[in-house]
């Protein structure tokens, strides 16, 4: 058998607290179109961060291209040994011709001092020629589509001799005619020997092109199989089934209405979007990234005005065109991360509590009432629990899990109806998780209703109580989460 | 390529025309070769300056501190002139050094310390002028050498005018020429130079294309400092004196002539010829309103609206482009189920 052109061993990769990579080790054949698969937060991108040479490895990984070890490498060695990546944003530049875009890297790479323009125009030509397609050389990047960018990035590729094409989720902002061309191109590279590994979401252009999957789950290596050992189910199967033991609260079917979202439309963002909230439910929201949810919460919110659509709260219309119509509506939005990084930390618990309510606090003078606030902080640290009972202690010597009770007390001194949070546990370890997830569920037995969007499966079965799945900004399902499976949610999203 | 270029600066280039003949029809005087050549010997040092400037804008930085570097390096020109050497080739040597190492001061605070360009220039720019009054008392050095003083008058194909004068093309260009060419040479014909530009487009995709960004920056601030000690070579050997004030708010002029000029202050736009076009636009405004007789004070507001209208320009346009990247693509006729 011929040496394959990339083979890599035993690749880990650890961040403070966090593996991304453990031991993944698989090998990409010439002229092969290899899928490299996973959820999001994989390790899709870290692996694709250390073949480009931008991260390093943990000191037993092995990296050989054609049979040759690779050691040490950086980004300018891994160019050298013909690895490419055309990453999601193309990496070119807006304010150059596409002339310059193609061959610039050829002339870093060759380390030489002078630009020779009559040889760029032959070098770009040239890879032009290969891709088979025609590009005016002396037009500024930025002036072109996404779908004629993405050709230069790959003429570029080209230019510098790539041995190896990893395409970064390429079909991503192409329609679909584009997307046939795209893979058109694919397969002529195919045809010329050079190897492509390819990084999609959707299954049917996984299906269409690639020769072998190679599948990673929470950073471990599930193994590489042939296109035709698989179908849909078994490789959804494969990609999720995260084992995180998290408590599997109680599923209930609640029907008293609180928030009725209609025919929602933004364009360029979703369309058509129709769900309930109830009262007393966590209505999970989740899809693959990119897939509308953020823009259809912070549409509900003020943040995003949808262009068509109504809500309607308690079975009353409501029109929220800014996050402030949106509080005295009584909606909440605790965005990414806001659970873990919402704090002041060096700020006692008192005043980081004030923080969402200035104005109620404050008298005629604009200056905080110090005895309105002693009642408010007083109210929520009772309510919500939070230990030590010392308002004047600063916020970074709490625990995490009271840290995050403060952070949502300090919105729900707001006296919301609805608390809408965006991935709250992205990030964070799991005992904090398992403590938000009991916050959150605690909230909505008192009666609020909780939107939680998260791209992590196991969580939405944890404490959700019904389920939108979301597709390139479309519903796709809407399901109560009582005897669901990952894969049951997967195959919607995907 | 040269073709789309030009094409590129046209505008400004009419801009130049229109208000030229504007201001020849309200002052004809303003056509003449003389009041011409004086506008060359009064823009020469601004000019060179936006060179400098120019490297830094197309990096995306900015330096606050190119008045304050000059008239550094001035006072260290006169008083080695004074003091210590009338030999004009060692002095301009002096002058090319001290710029470098004070250019080099801010490269390396913000390419190696990362601390934004306008609080690092903003600080230099402080220290720079304290240590410049301490030496100076901010009292003029007099007293510059003949030599140096007859050096600075030589004319270039003079011309001698009915009442005796004798007008020409002043001998500063040979400071203004090199520096133009050098700009425009690095820029346009070196790795390098394409470099400058790729930073100014998207700093993260220069680094992963294999530039060495913080070298590459440091660069930039150094060329930038070598060009303002030509600069102050120049410049005194046109004033015979060296005034520590010279210089003040400076460097907003230096700014808004590139900015003129069509470059951009978040970088990765600008060329040569369009800041030469953008040095005359802002001299021929300038030239125009003294000959004009517009008092002073709407003189300085005159400039700083330009300045102001031709970046918020710049930024709205930006920003619409910022708007148009994020989208997501909608699916259509997807399906709905319960």
Request: with cysteine; net charge neutral.
């Amino acid at each position: 058998m011929e040496t394959p052109l990339l083979e890599i061993e035993n690749i880990s990769k650890f961040f403070p607290g966090v593996k991304a990579l453990q031991n993944v080790g698989f090998s990409i054949n010439k002229g092969e179109i290899h899928a490299l698969i996973g959820e999001n937060g994989a390790g899709k991108s870290t692996l694709i961060k250390i073949l480009s040479g931008i991260y390093q490895p943990e000191p037993d990984g092995i990296i050989k291209m054609g049979g040759e070890t690779l050691t040490h490498l950086d980004p300018l060695t891994s160019l050298h040994h013909g690895i490419v990546v055309i990453y999601q944003d193309f990496s070119l530049f807006p304010n150059l011709s596409v002339l310059e875009n193609i061959t610039l890297g050829r002339y870093v790479k060759s380390s030489k001092r002078l630009v020779n323009y009559k040889e760029m125009r032959k070098i770009a030509v040239d890879a032009l020629k290969q891709l088979g397609v025609e590009v005016d050389l002396d037009i500024l990047l930025g002036d072109l589509s996404v779908a004629r960018q993405q050709l230069v990035a790959i003429a570029r590729a080209l230019a510098n001799n790539a041995k190896l094409l990893i395409l970064d989720e390429p079909t991503s902002s192409l329609s679909n005619t584009e997307v046939q061309k795209l893979f058109e191109i694919m397969f002529s590279l195919k045809a010329k020997g050079i190897s492509l590994l390819f990084i999609s979401h959707k299954l049917d252009e996984l299906f269409a092109v690639s020769d072998r999957f190679s599948i990673l789950r929470d950073g471990k290596f599930i193994g590489t199989y042939d296109e035709n050992k698989l179908d849909d189910d078994q490789l959804i199967s494969l990609m999720v089934g995260r084992q995180i033991n998290y408590t599997i609260y109680p599923k209930r079917h609640l029907d008293i209405p609180l928030l009725e979202v209609k025919s929602l439309t933004k364009k360029g963002n979703y369309k058509d979007i129709n769900f309930t909230l109830h009262k007393g439910e966590v209505l999970g929201i989740t899809g693959l990234v990119g897939a509308g949810r953020t823009e259809v919460v912070k549409s509900i919110f003020g943040l995003n005005t949808a262009d068509e659509g109504t809500l309607l709260l308690d079975g009353k219309d409501i029109i929220i065109k800014t996050p402030t119509d949106a509080m005295l509506a009584g909606i909440a939005f605790i965005p990414e991360n806001r659970l873990s990084e919402g704090l002041v930390l060096r700020k006692s618990t008192k005043d980081n509590l004030g923080l969402t309510l200035l104005d109620v606090l404050s008298n005629k003078l604009g200056l905080i009432d110090p005895v309105k606030q002693e009642a408010m902080v007083e109210k929520w640290m009772s309510k919500l629990e939070i230990r030590p009972n010392n308002p004047d202690l600063l916020a970074a010597k709490l625990s995490g899990g009271n840290q995050q009770r403060v952070v949502i007390a300090k919105w729900l001194a707001t006296e919301p109806k609805i608390l809408i949070v965006d991935e709250p546990t992205n990030g964070i370890d799991v005992g904090a998780k398992a403590e938000i997830h009991k916050l959150l569920i605690s909230l909505a037995e008192a009666g609020l209703g909780i939107i939680v969007v998260s791209s992590e499966l196991p969580e939405i079965l944890a404490i959700c109580d019904r389920v939108v799945v979301m597709r390139r900004g479309r519903v796709t399902a809407n399901m109560y989460c009582e005897g669901l499976n990952q894969e049951d949610i997967m195959s919607k999203a995907i | 390529m040269n073709r789309l270029k030009k094409i590129k600066e046209l505008p400004l280039l009419i801009v130049l025309i229109a208000i030229s003949v504007f201001i020849a029809i309200v002052n004809p005087a303003f056509l003449s070769l003389e009041n011409f050549l004086d506008l060359l010997k009064s823009n020469l040092v601004l000019a060179m300056m936006a060179m400098g400037m120019l490297f830094i804008l197309l990096t995306g930085g900015i330096d606050v501190s190119v008045a304050s570097i000059i008239t550094a390096v001035n006072v260290i020109l006169g008083q080695t002139l004074v003091h210590f050497t009338q030999n004009i080739f060692v002095v301009v040597l002096i002058a090319c050094a001290a710029g470098i190492l004070l250019g080099l001061m801010n490269g390396l605070l913000i390419s190696m310390l990362k601390i934004p360009p306008i609080v690092a220039t903003l600080g230099t720019m402080s220290m720079i002028l304290g240590v410049v009054l301490y030496t100076t008392n901010g009292n003029w050095i007099t007293g510059i050498p003949q030599n140096f003083i007859d050096f600075g008058r030589i004319i270039l194909f003079p011309y001698i005018l009915g009442d005796g004068r004798a007008i020409g093309i002043p001998i500063q260009v040979v400071f203004l020429i090199p520096v133009i060419l050098l700009t425009w040479f690095v820029l346009k014909h070196t790795v390098m130079g394409r470099g400058i530009y790729a930073i100014g487009g998207n700093i993260d995709s220069a680094e992963r294309m294999g530039f060495k960004t913080k070298k590459i920056i440091l660069f930039v601030y150094s060329i930038e400092g070598l060009i303002i000690g030509l600069s102050a070579v120049a410049h005194t050997s046109i004033m015979r004196q060296v005034d520590p004030n010279a210089f003040l708010g400076f460097e907003m002029q230096v700014i808004a002539a590139v900015v003129l000029g069509g470059a951009s202050t978040l970088g990765g736009y600008g060329s040569v010829f369009g800041t030469l076009i953008g040095v005359s636009l802002f001299s021929v405004i300038n030239n125009g309103m003294i000959l004009m007789r517009i008092p002073t004070f709407w003189q300085k507001i005159i400039v700083g609206f330009i300045i102001i209208s031709s970046i918020s320009v710049d930024m709205i346009q930006k920003k619409r482009e910022e708007k148009q990247k994020v989208r997501v693509d909608v699916e259509e006729g997807g399906t709905y189920a319960v």
